[in-house]
Nanobody, 124 residues
Framework: QVQLVESGGGLVQAGDSLRLSCAAS????????VGWFRQAPGKEREFVAA????????DYSDSVKGRFTISRDNAENTVYLQMNSLKPEDTAVYYC?????????????????WGQGTQVTVSS
């Protein structure tokens, strides 16, 4: 079992930056793929970014590529999502998720463990 706790969300203005954290307990993330997803009101949960433990590959959705960066601190068992140049359309609840799978990392159903989410609101 893996317990995931997100933090770092908040209310910011367009163009600002935030760093989300996903702290894990119960299992090391060293051999897990960790993904970030987001869900806006009335919309489906969508893929944002992922970091696989094999070759430490990263993947980003087109909407955040070049603005967001996913990174790991294995010593702290924490994964981060640095979000720069935030836009109002980035407003959503952000979730981190973990799986031992290394394929189809953009798919919600490939993940076994989820955090409770953290709200990010970007005002224009």
């Amino acid at each position: 079992q893996v317990q995931l706790v997100e933090s770092g969300g908040g209310l910011v203005q367009a163009g600002d930056s935030l760093r989300l954290s996903c702290a894990a307990s119960g299992r090391t993330l060293r051999r897990c793929t960790v993904g970030w997803f987001r869900q806006a009101p009335g919309k489906e949960r969508e893929f944002v970014a992922a970091s696989t433990w094999v070759s430490t590959n990263t993947d980003y959705s087109d909407s955040v590529k070049g603005r967001f960066t996913i990174s790991r601190d294995n010593a702290e068992n924490t994964v981060y999502l640095q979000m720069n140049s935030l836009k109002p359309e980035d407003t959503a609840v952000y979730y981190c998720a973990a799986t031992t799978r290394t394929y189809d990392v953009r798919l919600v159903y490939r993940y076994d463990y989820w955090g409770q989410g953290t709200q990010v609101t970007v005002s224009s």
